[in-house]
């Protein structure tokens, strides 16, 4: 028992701390009762912590994270990333600037070259403002061309000539291909963390065994929160292309916040997949009150079951489990009359049955489609509802009806499968028959791996057109066929490259398809060239005969003294040069101008859109400029490389900063010549352009402010007998029925002009022809002004330009998971009529479709007469790794 006199004793040395304390921020720092109470019992614990906070330094960095990541800080190559970064002012209130270290930007690759490096440097940075001794999370928006092992961090002061702080933030690559699945699930994370080992998340041909190098090939990477409520989503929507899937179990939609939400309806739309998982947790019902709510496929019927084994049969049935890697052989190789499609493939054991507990039945939600969903039934030989789904925009919901992670499913080896064609919807991994082909004969046949195009279905036109679309890879050694593609005759020393550039999806790059062709009419435009080789030849001829021999001549004959030719160079000099910059030069007829092309994708019945911007600015002196977009937090902007990029050349700076206002700053121009911009934002329209049917027939409806001129409507991927209808002339507001008009005559435009018709060409003939967009219906228009929110300082004379429409007015349903290109048992031969069965070509455009021949791939039909299929063994997979393959 202690003695009264330590008692009191103890309690006045607490009593003495607590009057120093009180009024200060360290007796702030307590908020509890509880926490005041243990200073009174124990004055030593707190006298330690003030010891300790002396030590503390005046800015703390606790830890740096990449979204949608808790830890790891995977980064992809041109993508636009949120790093967040968690930090604290210990002592007084800050007030100052957060930058990265200069980042180097790629220019366009020349011929035979890989990409290069663009005489141009960008920081990202934006304003802190951190209050006394309280943790901020602070985010800003990077994009990194190449990643590094680390990038620095600064804080300064406004002013200032040193950092007041210098950080490392650590950056993990990501490849160009591979894609992220976030889980969002409160409490069952760990029950997805195996799925990182299933096959459906890499190629069948990676090496498991070598770890380093598996991690590399894999597909996928899942996200899954480490700390229980958490959920560090970027609220940019621009951030999110490096995540194909969403798996949504059970999180109730107000712990996002307003901003997460929005940015995952326009990741939806734009070629997101969410998957919503039922069972037996009312996880649906709340779903509906929620912001996901109109985009639901289905509601719940209240008609559930309980599913024992026999019942779960068609599901085991449908989806066979994988075989395992160290027993898999390599595929058949294609025979001589059909060299294109592989042959059988040696990828799938017997079926496995599902072993539901008897007190445990698998628990089938029971869903009612709503009008235009698809519905996934449990197998062939069921009526029963897997899984109902639809389309949103570019990408699709699906609500499944029971939980992959029911523990019956998870010891099933057939949710392996089931996991790749339902939950992902990926496709087969693709077949390369190696050696000996000379257009008939193929020797043998091995995997090859997917691209990012087959693995997301996410797309921004103004990145993809033209960079998504298979190419020919050839190898040193024997030659490759990929069954994607027709075909290769050389070798190719810049293969790889192109090869990678195919894999990856919404990529920021200035060397794809539209930036190039907009540079080129930008350019065209401005009136501003450079002067040809006979024209400098001819100057330097001149320059030289009056130099020298008629400089001399003169001095000698006329005035009579030779030595005044060294005084006639310099003003020889300078007059030449006066003269060659004034015949040079082109009169704009003003100071400082902007020549704009706007490009504004957007869904039906969406009334937001993703608007590229891509600018030239022009002055006739060295002006720095700060491009800002007030009114727009999604804004971002980058310098657009010229494709002129020369060795040695001086390197420019600029800086974007996210916030409070989104800029370019510091964008330089230099005298008399051309600077290039390129911006992308989520713009909200007034109302939306949709593709209304009803019993008058079909109409476009504009409820924008656009007045949408040369309007056609193209029915991608369709039948034979569709040709693109054109609309003509949709003014704001107005209603026009789906019917052809006759096509003027293509308008002129005078020299000087920016000319629409290249790019609604191109938006008119461009498909990827995947089974997700099959049955699109397209609206291709221009509007002869250039969109607002876009703010120069200083303000410039002249700013002109136009805008590309392109309303995705329809999609066509999901691609179904039994398709031959998501199951390779689809495309065997019928048994019973022992005829071949045609194997749709997955990529491959109708006739008629108005698709160029270099926008797609050609194939012949394919047609096969599969084997029959051996008995199956009892001896299990290892004794005989075919033995048991359908």
Known sequence: MNHPTSVVRRLSQALTLVGLLVGTSAWAQLPTAEERLKILTDPESLKAKLEKDKTRPPLELFRSQIAPFDILPFVKANHWSTLSLEMRANYDDYVGMLHTSPVRMLGMPREGQLAVEAPQEVVYRREVRLLKEQRTKLGLQILMPRIPKEIGLELTRPEAIRADEIWQANLRVLEPFQMLILVLSKDETDLYARWSQFQAMAPLSADREDTQAFDKQRYYRMVLPMESGTFPLSPHPLTWTTVSHVIWDGLPAERLSPAQQQAMLDWLHWGGQLILIGGARPSFAALGDSFLGPYLPATLSGESDLLNEADLKPLSDAFRPVIPYAVREDPIAAPEDDAYVPGRQHAYMAPEPIHPASNRPVYLAGLRPNPGASTVRLGESSERILGVEQRVGRGRILMLALNPTDPALAAWPGLDTFVRRVILRRPEDNVASWGGWNGRTVESAKFASLVGPDLSWFRILSRDLGASLPRPLVLSGPKVLLDETAGTTANDPYAEYAANAASAVAEWVDSSALPKMSR?????????????????????????????????????????????????????????????????????????????????????????????????????????????????????????????????????????????????????????????????????????????????????????????????????????????????????????????????????????????????????????????????????????????????????????????????????????????????????????????????????????????????????????QAPAPPAPSRGGVKASPTSNVR
Not at 802 to 823: D, I, K, M, W, Y
Request: proline share 10%.
């Open 520 to 864: 080129d009419a930008l350019e065209e435009a401005s009136g501003i060239s450079i002067p040809s080789s006979g024209f400098v030849l001819k100057v330097i001829l001149a320059y030289v005969l009056a130099l020298v021999p008629l400089n001399w001549l003169i001095c000698r004959y006329v005035f009579g003294r030779r030595e005044w030719a060294w005084v006639v160079v310099p003003v020889l000099s300078l007059g030449f040069a006066i003269g060659v910059e004034r015949a040079a030069a082109y009169d704009m007829g003003y100071d400082m101008a902007c020549d704009e092309i706007d490009v504004l994708e957007t869904y039906g019945a969406y009334p937001r859109a993703h608007l590229s911007r891509f600018a030239s600015l022009y002055t006739t002196g060295r002006i720095r400029f700060t491009i800002s977009f007030p009114n727009d937090p999604t804004a971002l902007a980058l310098p657009l490389d010229n494709g002129r990029s020369l060795r040695g050349e001086d390197i420019t700076t600029s800086s974007w900063q996210s916030q409070p206002v989104p800029a370019l700053e510091g964008f330089q121009v230099q005298p008399r010549s051309l600077s290039l911009f390129r911006a992308e934002q989520l713009v909200n329209l007034p109302g939306a352009i949709t593709l209304v049917t009803d019993a008058e027939g079909r109409r476009i409806v504009n409820a924008t402010n656009l007045e949408l001129r040369d309007a056609t409507v193209i029915e991608v991927n369709g039948s034979n007998d569709r040709k693109p209808l054109y609309l003509g002339t949709i003014m704001p507001g107005a209603t026009v029925a789906l019917t052809a008009n006759p096509v003027p005559k293509p308008r002129a435009f005078a020299k000087g002009q920016l000319n629409p018709r290249p790019f609604l060409e191109a938006f008119q003939t461009y498909a990827e022809n995947r089974p997700e967009d099959q049955g699109e219906i397209r609206l291709v228009a221009w509007a002869p002004k250039v969109m607002a929110g876009e703010k120069f300082e200083p303000a410039v004379d002249r700013h002109r330009g136009f805008t590309a429409v392109v309303v995705h007015l329809e999609n066509g349903p999901p691609p179904a998971p039994a398709g031959p290109r998501f199951n390779y048992l689809a495309r065997r031969a019928d048994q019973t009529s022992g005829q071949p069965q045609a194997v749709p070509a997955f990529n491959e455009p109708a006739l008629g479709s108005g698709v160029p021949p270099t926008l797609r791939p050609v194939r012949p039909p394919v047609r096969r």
